[in-house]
């Protein structure tokens, strides 16, 4: 028969487990900032912190377009990154992180122009993509709509 007292040594346990995990190294990077600088999120626009695109599109991006920007099905559609032709033009990228699409947000109040490039050469050049043509900031500041500002 299960009582309460088995449910609630259960729920000990389980405590104390998440308590260990949340310590431990696995579920910490501390060789990176937080993804956002207070008061940042995405309920209190706030710029984020990080300034190379790796560590962007693993802060940002990764979430809904996966580790490996093979994209996701589910409870909505994420489309796939990898081996994209789309990318092919860098302004539909950039456009892309700047102004959102479909259901994705729009994260150019999030995020300067050095970071947009930063993150837009990064998935042009990794997981599959061979675009050798970089965007740079200014670039992005072109693209960028005036009422958008920056971080």
């Given at each position: 028969?299960?009582?309460?007292?088995?449910s609630r040594a259960g729920?000990?346990?389980?405590?104390?487990?998440?308590?260990?995990?949340?310590?431990?190294?696995?579920?910490?990077?501390?060789?990176?900032?937080?993804?956002?600088?207070?008061?940042?999120?995405?309920?209190?626009?706030?710029p984020f912190v990080h300034?190379?695109?790796?560590?962007?599109?693993?802060?940002?991006?990764?979430?809904?377009?996966?580790?490996?920007?093979r994209g996701a099905q589910?409870?909505?559609?994420?489309?796939?990154?990898?081996?994209?032709?789309?990318?092919?033009?860098?302004?539909?990228?950039?456009?892309?992180?700047?102004?959102?699409?479909?259901?994705?947000?729009?994260?150019?109040?999030?995020?300067?122009?050095?970071?947009?490039?930063?993150?837009?050469?990064?998935?042009?050049?990794?997981?599959?993509?061979?675009?050798?043509?970089?965007?740079?900031?200014?670039?992005?500041?072109?693209?960028?709509?005036?009422?958008?500002?920056?971080?």
């Amino acid at each position: 028969m299960y009582t309460c007292a088995k449910s609630r040594a259960g729920a000990g346990a389980v405590w104390a487990a998440l308590l260990v995990l949340s310590a431990s190294p696995v579920c910490s990077r501390g060789d990176e900032p937080p993804p956002l600088s207070p008061p940042g999120s995405f309920f209190a626009p706030g710029p984020f912190v990080h300034r190379d695109g790796a560590t962007l599109y693993r802060a940002i991006c990764q979430g809904c377009h996966m580790p490996d920007a093979r994209g996701a099905q589910g409870a909505g559609m994420y489309p796939a990154l990898a081996a994209n032709p789309k990318l092919a033009s860098p302004s539909y990228p950039v456009l892309t992180v700047l102004n959102g699409r479909r259901g994705m947000p729009s994260l150019g109040v999030y995020l300067s122009d050095e970071q947009v490039a930063e993150v837009v050469n990064f998935v042009r050049t990794h997981f599959d993509n061979h675009y050798a043509d970089a965007v740079a900031a200014g670039d992005v500041a072109k693209l960028r709509k005036p009422q958008g500002g920056t971080p």
